[in-house]
Antibody, heavy 125, light 107 residues
Framework: QVQLQESGPGLVKPSETLSLTCTVSGGSIRSYYWSWMRQPPGKGLEWIGYIYYSGTTNYNPSLKSRVTISVDTSKNQFSLKLSSVTAADTAVYYC???????????????????WGKGTTVTVSS | EIVLTQSPDFQSVTPKEKVTITCRASQSIGSSLHWYQQKPDQSPKLLIKYASQSISGVPSRFSGSGSGTDFTLTINSLEAEDAATYYCHQSSSLPHSFGQGTKLEIK
């Protein structure tokens, strides 16, 4: 079955760029949407954004000026970059399969049915 | 931006009890509402998609209902393993958003 694994530095200095990669195994990255979420310590979930395998993206406006999500279909990976980080960006970051486009109906369906285990990123000097 | 408000924030319940968690959207989202379960130190798990559609492998005691702005997650005959935080999530419009979560404690 499809599995996702986040990877990247666990510690990032303030003002620097957080970079994470999500590797998809057991299935193709094609034909799906892929999402990033985060969860600050002791708090709820925040949607960061998604990318379609073709490269179309949508971001949370609260982070839009600092976020870039990209995809590498040859490696079955997608990535998150968050620039100018502060302590408020300290969180567990999750990647997830975020939905699919149904070619028969012409509709997109968005829900997170497969999640990675999450990776903790701390912003501190 | 659509705001999702869950109630209650916390509930302490006994095994075999029936539990109802509600999620209210700040504007109509049709049926684009999904439910997740998150146990401590685990990633969220999809329980229900599009308000009422069941997910393969999820116990049948979990069910969802609602449309428009008011939605409900029902857990029939609660089991000890259901201790978790439950989140609703809307994908009707961008940005997608989550409710604040409902923590279930098993007595």
């Amino acid at each position: 079955q499809v599995q996702l694994q986040e990877s990247g530095p666990g510690l990032v200095k303030p003002s620097e760029t957080l970079s994470l990669t999500c590797t998809v195994s057991g299935g193709s990255i094609r034909s799906y949407y892929w999402s990033w979420m985060r969860q600050p310590p002791g708090k709820g979930l925040e949607w960061i954004g998604y990318i379609y395998y073709s490269g179309t993206t949508n971001y949370n406006p609260s982070l839009k000026s600092r976020v870039t999500i990209s995809v590498d279909t040859s490696k079955n990976q997608f990535s998150l970059k968050l620039s100018s980080v502060t302590a408020a960006d300290t969180a567990v970051y999750y990647c997830a399969r975020g939905g699919y486009y149904d070619i028969l109906t012409g509709f997109s369906y968005y829900y997170m049915d497969v999640w990675g285990k999450g990776t903790t990123v701390t912003v501190s000097s | 931006e659509i705001v999702l408000t869950q109630s209650p924030d916390f509930q302490s319940v006994t095994p075999k009890e029936k539990v109802t968690i509600t999620c209210r959207a700040s504007q109509s989202i049709g049926s684009s509402l999904h439910w997740y379960q998150q146990k401590p130190d685990q990633s969220p798990k999809l329980l229900i998609k599009y308000a009422s559609q069941s997910i393969s492998g999820v116990p049948s005691r979990f069910s969802g209902s609602g449309s428009g702005t008011d939605f409900t997650l029902t857990i029939n005959s609660l089991e000890a393993e259901d201790a978790a935080t439950y989140y609703c999530h809307q994908s009707s419009s961008l940005p997608h958003s989550f409710g604040q979560g409902t923590k279930l404690e098993i007595k």
